[in-house]
């Protein structure tokens, strides 16, 4: 059996190398698929099976979320709608039950994406004629031969191998890149404040985490207050040892950062995300940039627009590996007298 799985892996690695050789038309996807949600279209999905359950999954992705936090996409899979399928294969037949959601529900502008492992599911395939009829792009994702498909199709993704569950490996994957590249495109990019926590928001009394000890540094409402004003959104990005010390545990430290969260609510500011590197040793640990890193993918964060804040020499140097332009220094007693940051010694000297 070790032997059969390692075979299985081996092969499953092949062929995903061989899908580079799709990259070109990977590529044409992504931009008409862009293209289409740009101009106020969509972008539908059908299949059969394991491929109808692909259908959702990506369509889950554009109107849910796939990475980024951002407004809903227009996509609809054409999969789910358990009245339409049943009325329509009864009063029309099977063969149709995409054709119709097509007709109903498509226009000039749209994209349709088709899968079917061999490129001949009946269903798939009017569907598609229908979407040329219409004005729509269509986009099929098949095997290696492509069958009906691959002649039919705008774009023909034909995947390198002719074993269904190797194909819907390479469809799924093909799906997340073209999901990934929208999303890219079509995010709205926001600019943030970045804020250490202990010695920057809070009075740090070495290894904080009891709310009751949350005691706000002077400043720190105006300056939060203004970036908001401003149009920042808020992270809070901090390292957190002492949970690897041993010192406090993880939930006491996220029961901390809720209660800090509910304080800010309180004046009216709104904390969008809080990062911790709970770890002595870790990529994420400052001065390293994983924290911030996290944050500008989640969110589309511009770092060129976007400002930090820290109270150590760790926080500005982690911002700028990150991509921020403008780091503040906060040294309230102003005994730093070297900085690649900003030195202020009042938050709200800080400037937007």
Do not use: W
Not at 53 to 72: C, I
Not at 112 to 125: A, E, F, H, Q, R
Request: with cysteine; glycine share 8%; hydrophobic share 35%.
């Amino acid at each position: 059996m070790l032997n059969e799985i390692n075979k299985d892996f081996d092969t499953i690695s092949s062929n995903f190398l061989k899908l580079k050789n799709l990259t070109p038309e990977i590529v044409k996807a992504c931009e008409v698929c862009i293209d289409s949600l740009k101009t106020g279209g969509k972008i539908m999905f059908c299949g059969n099976g394991g491929s109808a359950a692909d259908s959702q999954h990506l369509a889950a992705e554009l109107v849910g979320r796939y990475k980024m936090n951002r407004p809903a996409l227009n996509s609809v899979a054409l999969t789910t709608d358990t009245s339409i399928l049943t009325a329509v294969g009864n009063d029309f037949g099977y063969d149709t039950i995409f054709e119709r959601q097509v007709e109903g529900l498509g226009k000039k502008g749209d994209v349709l994406i088709g899968l079917s492992t061999s490129g001949n599911s009946k269903n798939v395939l009017l569907a598609m004629a229908k979407a040329k009829e219409l004005g729509i792009t269509t986009i099929a994702l098949t095997g290696e031969k492509g069958g009906k498909m691959k002649e039919q199709a705008d774009i023909a993704l034909n995947v390198p191998s002719d074993i269904t569950n190797n194909i819907q490996e390479m469809h799924i994957a093909i799906g997340h890149i073209i999901c990934g590249y929208i999303e890219k495109a079509l995010a709205p990019k926001i600019k943030a404040l970045f804020l250490d926590r202990d010695g920057t928001i809070n009075v740090d009394y070495g290894y904080t985490y009891e709310p009751e000890k949350l005691h706000f540094i002077d400043g720190i409402l105006e300056l939060c207050k203004n970036a908001q004003n401003n149009g920042y959104k808020i992270f809070v990005i901090t390292n957190q040892s002492g949970v690897d010390r041993g010192y406090y545990t993880i939930e006491q430290m996220n029961n901390f950062n809720s209660y800090m969260k509910s304080e800010f609510e309180k004046h009216g500011i709104e904390i969008t995300d809080i990062y911790c590197c709970p770890y002595l040793e870790h990529p994420d640990r400052k001065p390293g940039p994983g924290m911030f890193i996290k944050a500008q993918q989640r969110y589309n964060i511009d770092m060129s627009e976007s400002v930090a804040v820290g109270d150590k020499e760790r926080d500005v140097e982690a911002a700028f590996r990150a991509g921020v332009k403008k780091a503040y220094l906060f040294d309230e007693k102003m005994q730093i007298k070297d900085s690649k940051g900003i030195i202020v010694s009042k938050l709200t000297d800080i400037k937007f």
